[in-house]
């Protein structure tokens, strides 16, 4: 009997093993033509619903396959379908690489993206993901398109001006914007002139802008993340691409060190690129144009050219293991100057390096990723009154993630350290130095839950961030989710709370700075703040905080056409600001002062509020993208509410990119961009000013200097700014991987005169760049 009963048992477990058993596979997908990584492409098992999206390294994760027999396959557009027969066998893992090749003929039907199926197992909130295909679809200055045009088209982002431009996110100041580069921190990633960036478009795989509500895997800003990583680079053959352009100059070079012997075996690749502008140069083409200008107006350019020049060089080494993990090397130096011949001199040095890996665990369904690193950034300013200006700041940081797969579910958990120093003098107007230098540490970790309830998407995730200098932790909860009403509308919401320790070297009252320095933890702040009501608040903290709010609703009108909207609320509880208005020495001999007079730095408060509405058109040779932002941007500095100068209330964006020709090998594009006027601090009048400190002086007869009498701070607007870009390419195909890529472009076609700043003294208007015609080729093997 009791062997009977065993036996039983025996059979039963063995039966419920075969029906209930579950595999995983997984694996990488690869471009065969250059073994890069495909991202964003489904993986799914012939006819069935199971399958999965690759992610950024072009990993995927098939879990919870009953045992049996599939077809594998992969489908990507513009690429053909790959197929592989797979057999799941119990519980195990089965890695599967698989390669895709483009396809020979570009049919004009409608392939399901693995975009669309993102949207609906995503949530996706106040994320833009960027790839290079997009950021050419933009008119480019110079003929070689940038990430930094394209980020100016982004729902809720703010660009400041053409020269010395700098990008504000949703209420945020630049220097609340994280920039990762594979992991490392980049602190400057803009040039001066605004219209580039330091990274070069054909080495990057994807970029993912976070402009708000971002979850608990990123820390350390209170406004918004920007997270680029790179290309492997080719692991079959050595290409690469020159070009050069009326602006500039560039190299590409890529290629294999060891070749893999077989499509699952390894191999080691290499990328590097380097950029360098000659605008100091070219433009003196446009020399008898920029002076006949200045004849007139000045269009904020010196007559011999424009005082612009960087040089950015970036390069990696990747080494790929048979089951897909890898491990990277990389470096970069970005540099940029700018030289006034009559007003300052300004240059900027960033480099740094480090390591990156992708870790796939034999027995494990986790994934590991992991980065080391260090950058480092220094700018030097030499004003026009001859009062020196420096700032740099450097370190390290580091970290890993885990990610654990179950069926459309995720768990992700990490943890991260950052160590970095500063050191910031300058000379304010009265001649008093303020002077800081410090080294500061923070760690931080996170946990991450995904999960995918029938039509809700659900991400909850808390941040738990410690700043080792200031000893204050900061609990960060947040929490991000989607309901997919239909396959065509979905609703979506996040928020959370958010901190950071590292402020600006400028102050957000400056309307133009290409200064652009760093601070950390600033321990002489005011110990109590006024609000708006009277209150006076004890300051507890030395952190600067926020609080994000947004709600939202995708919807595809059809299959061409998709509408995104979003409200948000940003409450920036705290901010550290420098104090513009100390003249007294923080000493004894003036403790009777108030703060706001003698403090380097004072506490603010204020908030972010607006919506912004997104449209996209995509077909086979017409692509449209529009956008429109309306918002609001307050301060609070315990003594006046202001609005700050890159409060923009409405801005409009309208781009084109459109394919034609016998071979579609003609591409126009435009882009319009209106945005309402900034604020700035308008002119009572001008009166005498006399220096009393002299009693032999006669104030009756004395020459008194020319003082301007100001009207309440920030409350008119310069007009409204609006201009037009095109451009137009003509690819020729001269061999099987050889082109041949000729453009055209046109900066502010219709020549629009958008003010850049008025001298209040003498009324000369100052205004961004004119019509700027320029011409590119570029050569591609």
Known sequence: MYCKKLLLTVGFIFVATLVFAQGTVRGFVYDEKTGEPMIFTNVFLKGTTIGAATDVNGFYSITKIPAGSYTLMVTSLGFDTAKVSITIKGNEIINQKLFIKEAMIQMETFNISAEKMEDKTEVKMSVSKVTPKEIQAMPSVGGEPDLAQYLQVLPGVTFTGDQGGQLYIRGGS????????????????????????????????????????????????????????????????????????????????EGPIKRAKSESGGSTSFVISGKHSYLEQSSKIYQSYFKGLSSKNARGIDTTGLPYGFTDIYGKITANGENGSKTSLFGFNFKDHVNFSDQSKISWDSYGGGANFVLIPGTSKTLIEGVFAYSKYKIDMIEADGKPRTSDVGGFNGGMTFTSFSGDNEFKYGIDVLGLSTNYEFTNAVDLII???????????????????????????????????????????????????????????????????????????????????????????????????GNVEEITSRLQKANHAVFGFEFDINRSVTVNTEAYYKAFTQLTNTNRNKIYPDNADFSSEPDILKKDYIIETGDAYGIDFSLKYTSTHLNIWSTYSISKINRWDGVTEYNPVFDRRHNVNLVAAYTFGKNLNWEFNARWNLGSGFPFTQTQGFYEGLNFSSIDQDPTTANGTLEIAYADYNNGRLPYYHRLDLTLKRTFVLGK?????????????????????????????????????SFGMSFTF
Request: aromatic content about 12%; cysteine-free; glycine content about 10%.
């Open 737 to 773: 991987n050889t082109e041949l890529e000729l453009s055209g472009s046109v900066t502010n076609a219709y020549n629009r005169e958008n003010i850049f700043y008025l001298d209040r003294v003498t009324g000369n208007k100052v205004y961004q760049l004119p019509i700027l015609p």
């Open 435 to 533: 002077q800081q230098k410090q080294s500061t540490t923070e760690l931080g970790g996170f946990m991450l839950f995904k999960w995918n309830i029938k039509k809700l998407v659900l991400e909850p995730s808390v941040r738990v961030q410690y700043y080792a200098s200031l000893s204050e932790i900061s609990p960060e909860p947040r929490l991000g989710l989607k309901y997919n009403i239909t396959d065509w509308w979905r609703l979506k919401a996040a928020g959370g709370m958010y901190s950071q320790n590292l402020i600006s070297a400028n102050s957000d009252r400056d309307i133009v700075n290409l200064f652009y320095g760093f601070i950390s933890g600033p321990d002489n702040l005011q110990k109590e703040l006024k609000d708006k009501d």
């Open 174 to 253: 630049p220097v609340q914007n994280k920039v990762l580069l594979d992991g490392m921190i980049i602190y400057n990633p803009f040039h001066s002139i605004g219209l580039f960036s330091v990274f070069d478009t054909d080495i990057m795989r994807n970029a993912d802008v976070y402009t708000g509500g971002f979850s608990g895997q990123y820390g350390g800003r209170v406004s918004s993340i920007m997270d680029i990583k790179t290309k492997d680079g080719n692991k079959k053959r050595l290409s690469g691409k020159l070009s050069a352009s009326t602006f500039g100059g560039k190299v590409l070079l």
